[in-house]
């Protein structure tokens, strides 16, 4: 059978990767891709925005099943589009996108239905905004209410800070706003939170509108420095298991998170089919409050998780879309996943396109080069996007598969490379 990976990323080039597995696929083609999936899938050559396009293509390719990388395409609609013209399609519906699309919808959504997450107020007046950052007091997190790509959320420690981020936030021509800022429909609105203390952790899972499935726990490095330092970025690295989720932690966030986001979405009438991404803040007592909804897989945790997943991933995504996965247990490899990140030179502001790769290695069982920022010229790899390649080892402890990744990112260069040197090391003084 015939499978359409949408998206061209790290995500994207780790489930092509793992798809590709299946015995029961015979070809799995990505769009847009990149330089490593070329090797490993065929490219299609669309965008990802134009939905229309993307599901003539399917249409016309007899494709079995398409599965929805990014959160661009989902909040447009894209399978929607697809399952009015009887394809089959993992992904939320536009309308379930809106947990990820729209932080107000999100924010309003776990209130009513009692789901931890941070007190809130929701502002489309400057004045009232900037009245209650006073009122509140530092710290304290301002967001936009739409997708800005991890940029649009500012963690003030101090009240300069947070008025400014209102500013940036609420101005009426987004050319003007230096975080970059998509703004929704009816305009800019701000969502300003209580600052949560803790420790993250991505928390996945699979979802066919009613039953639900786990992926493995991981954890995400947001900041571009060592020792989490530097401005945030989509993310420099990450590594599967995380162990501040502990047995009971994962009962609690079952219980009192995913269980209730799933059930609440069907009760609303939009039940929430694929990928549901909770980014966790967990406390020290091991309670979990929910700082955000995503409704797909992360990237960098896609990378280490489909590099511990055991299971063949094409039988899941059938169960998935048929409403099935109360029949699917999960199979993971026991060892520890650690993906880093090779970024390009000025990445997160202005990377640099055009660097030629070298020493890229061949995939072995224990280590794999998920391409993101990539593409391929005349037998060439170049840097073409901010996140350039994961490096991605599996090790019996992490500190293992740290060492790996490590050694093999070690022979790989391009100009004004950008890595972390200490992903994993909340896991290591675990
Ligand atoms: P978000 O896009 O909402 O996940 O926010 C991006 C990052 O900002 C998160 O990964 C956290 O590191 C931080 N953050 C967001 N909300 C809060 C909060 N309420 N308290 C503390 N940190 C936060
Ligand atoms: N790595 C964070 C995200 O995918 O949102």
Known sequence: MKVLVIGGGGREHALAWKLAQSPKVQSVHVAPGNGGTELDAHLQNLALTDIKALRAWALDNKIALTVVGPEGPLAAGVVDEFRAHGLRVFGPTQAAAQLESSKAFSKAFMKRHGIPTADYETFTEAAAAHAYVDARGVPIVVKADGLAAGKGVVVASTLKEAHEAVDFMLAPD????????????????????????????????????????????????????????????????????????????????????????????????????????????????????????????????????????????????????????????????????????????????????????????????????????????????????????????????????????????????????QMRHDIGHRALRA
């Open 174 to 417: 987004p050319q003007f706003n230096p975080l970059g800022v998509q703004h929704n429909e009816g305009g800019a609105r701000v969502v300003i939170e209580e600052f949560l203390p803790g420790e993250e952790a991505s928390f996945i899972v699979m979802c066919d509108g009613r039953n639900v499935v786990a992926l493995a726990t991981s954890q995400d490095h947001k900041r571009l420095l060592d020792g989490d330092q530097g401005p945030n970025t989509g993310g420099m690295g990450a590594y599967s298991p995380a162990p501040v989720v502990t047995p009971e932690v994962h009962g609690r966030v079952m219980r009192e998170i995913i269980l209730p986001t799933i059930r609440g979405m069907e009760k609303d009438g939009i039940p929430f089919t694929g990928f549901l991404y909770a980014g966790l803040m967990i406390d020290a007592a091991g309670h979990a409050k929910t700082l955000e909804f995503n409704c797909r897989m992360g990237d960098p945790e896609t990378q280490p998780i489909m590099m511990r997943l055991k299971s063949d991933l094409f039988d899941v995504m059938m169960a998935a879309t048929s409403g099935a996965l109360d029949r699917v247990e999960l199979v993971w490899d026991r060892r520890t996943a650690l993906g880093v990140v090779m970024a390009a030179h000025g990445y997160p502001l202005q990377p640099r396109k055009g660097d030629a790769i070298e020493g890229l290695p061949v995939a072995s069982e224990d280590a794999v080069v998920f391409h993101a920022g990539t593409l391929r010229r005349e037998g060439v790899t170049l840097t073409a996007g901010g996140r350039v390649l994961c490096v991605t080892a599996l090790g019996d402890t992490v500190r293992l598969a740290q060492q790996r990744a490590y050694e093999v990112a070690a022979g790989i260069r391009f100009d004004g490379a």
